[in-house]
């Protein structure tokens, strides 16, 4: 594999594309949506269910699995593929983020991130090398550096213009990590992401971007996302930072978010998606739909025959009715959680899948407009 | 199906017997082991997964699903059968052991069961009749009578000897209440269930099993047993009472038990069997194997790349290893319950499967040595 480009552009419709993202254990069609399996596990859904909703590639937590079990267990039992049973491509993200958002606990500097485990209360000290050699020992295909993800502070509007000196820090930083991170690689055959910084300063973004580039990744992830901006600010920024990346490696919006945020993402060039909204809403009997958003546990539901998307192919609308879902869901049964994460993966996995034929046939606009349509839509 | 009887027997080994349960949706081979689905689901498991277990029949909880959703919600989506997607028979307890296990929130007179509804704080009347009225809404193929479960006192021991007035007294009502059950039935293609009580006098249980069978019902069941007596005070009381009951209509011990009450209660002749215990231990991470239990979240198993039972045929067994389910159990992920659950119901039904085939041939004593061996023994 060393040698071969990771990516190939298949298909163009304005700034969306379609790709194959080759890894060492599968290709990936592209734009892609990875279910997140944080702990090595899918909440309650197992490999074969998502092999069967279309799932290509799946995405665990470097630092909680460093947790528990560690790393060691993982690489004795064949990495993730042979630990989980999920043998098709894993993406690991580097648990910067997870580890920045414990606040008080965690102390960053030039070395890395110093922090009081939240399993032994011992201290933990992850630096961009560790980072990279955990993951390695983990089997992921796509691995990404550790950088800094500055929460966002009151002084991110006054940033967005003229960019704060804790901003630029971070920043910088994380060039240096990912410098650090890419001489620690040892394994050619696993591509390593580099993370784009600067809040939602795009002046900041810009220039990371550039330098990012600049060190040679196999893909690009926008970082620091999702964190409070609006969806058009957003935009905004992936599209900036897309003209200083170079076209030909793949491009990931990290832990976003809505089908919204999916097809903005895909409209502005975006490859790759994760985000724990379809198994979380799931829990608690959100479900998305193709007429909107429909709260299974509300009492209309009660005795409601009707599967909860009559368009839907998943297992759970093949099988199920509302009136079940809506009772599982009511007295906390584990099946309830199961069944609603299972269809809301389908939902997610095939609105990508939609804007992959769409994008072929130079008809996403029209897709991107439906599924906008749906924001915040009530279904029924 | 009016008319025709319900259980035909096969094979015999002393008292032990194989058979086969008729019911409006598909027949049982018997001795048969009854997954429970006490709101109407196995704990994170599907009608689909439980087939492939080999399950025949699954239990609901009459009480539970009268709170939530209601048999009016069940009835109208076709019964038990329609609302949950399992189309195979369905067995409905009538909810008395959970009610009267409320303990001081609850009233018992000749005419019900009144008690204080934990879901909403007002005051439920069940009866014999509307407990049977509720059980043909929830269209479920065996019913069960309510019947008076007196939990064990301190007076119990000498209550064996010479059985004092509350046992009796609640004996004798639940008799009762049998004859207003029979009267109140509408439907003749679902089978009634006596429930034999008596506590653990054998005089009274006797007494209790002559007195129900004289009023031909289709199946009796052993109530009030699992409470604190020993297996082999339990082995004596069932087989006494199974000399006092019809050969031709099948015998069912109420939600118990552990494997090695599986096969003393086939070896007394007992044909239908239903427990709690592969999924709570499931969901607790103790596995039944074949070479005893095994306590999966235990230091040792963190790194073993071997199955949970490499004698086992189920999924869970097929696909992952005791390092994986380790893992997932220890940090509280859903997939973990699930995997362990399922295993242990397949090792439940296949247990069964055995002691059909083992009947057959004569070898019955052999299969219940092996299991009787296993008990409280750690498996590796």
């Known amino acids: 594999m060393a ?28 734009p892609a949506f990875m279910p997140v399996a944080t702990l090595g596990a899918v909440r309650g859904v197992s490999p074969g269910e998502l092999r069967g909703l279309g799932a290509q590639i799946l995405l665990a937590n470097t630092y909680h699995l460093h947790e528990r079990p560690g790393e060691d267990v993982i690489e004795g039992q064949g990495g993730l593929h042979g630990f989980t049973g999920w043998s098709g491509p894993w993406l690991t993200d ?5 580890v920045t958002s414990m606040a008080d606990r965690v102390r960053i500097d030039e070395e890395g991130v110093r922090f009081q485990s939240p399993v032994d209360g011992r201290t933990r000290l992850l630096t961009p090398e560790r980072v990279v050699e955990i993951q390695e020992a983990l089997g992921s295909d796509l691995a990404m550096v550790l950088d800094e993800c500055r929460p966002p502070s009151p002084e991110d509007a006054a940033a967005a213009a003229e960019p704060g000196l804790e901003v ?15 001489a620690a690689r040892r394994r050619s055959d696993r591509w390593l992401f580099g993370i784009v910084q600067g809040g939602v300063s795009e002046r900041l973004r810009r220039e990371s971007a550039r330098a990012t580039a600049a060190l040679g990744f196999d893909g690009h992830a926008h970082g620091g996302l999702g ?15 897309h003209a200083e990346l170079p076209e030909r490696a793949p491009r990931y919006l990290m832990g976003l978010g ?12 975006v490859d790759l998606f994760d985000c724990v909204l379809p198994t979380r809403h799931g829990r608690h009997g959100v479900l998305f739909t193709s007429r909107g958003l429909l709260r299974i546990r509300n009492a209309r539901f009660r005795s409601d025959p009707s599967p909860p998307d009559a368009d839907c192919d998943c297992p759970t609308c093949a ?28 939902f997610y996995l095939g609105v990508l899948e939609r804007a992959r034929g769409a ?14 349509a749906l924001e915040d839509v009530a279904a029924d």
Request: hydrophobic share 40%.
């Open 3 to 30: 040698g071969r480009h990771p990516f190939e552009i298949r298909d163009r419709d304005a700034a969306a594309r379609t790709g194959v993202l080759h890894t060492s254990h599968g290709d990936v069609a592209t």
């Open 94 to 98: 580097s648990g910067g983020f997870q």
């Open 258 to 269: 809505r089908p919204s945020d999916l097809v903005s993402g895909v409209e502005a060039g």
């Open 227 to 241: 964190l409070g901006e609006s969806r058009e600010q957003r935009s905004d920024l992936i599209a900036a930072v």
């Open 359 to 372: 994008i072929a046939e130079g008809r996403f606009a029209s897709l991107r407009d439906e599924i906008l």
């Open 168 to 182: 630029r820090v971070a920043m910088e930083r994380t060039l240096r990590w990912a410098e650090r991170s890419l």
């Open 319 to 346: 099988s199920h009715s509302r009136a079940y879902l809506h009772h599982l869901l009511r007295v906390g049964e584990a099946l309830g959680a199961r069944l609603a994460s299972i269809h809301n993966l389908r």
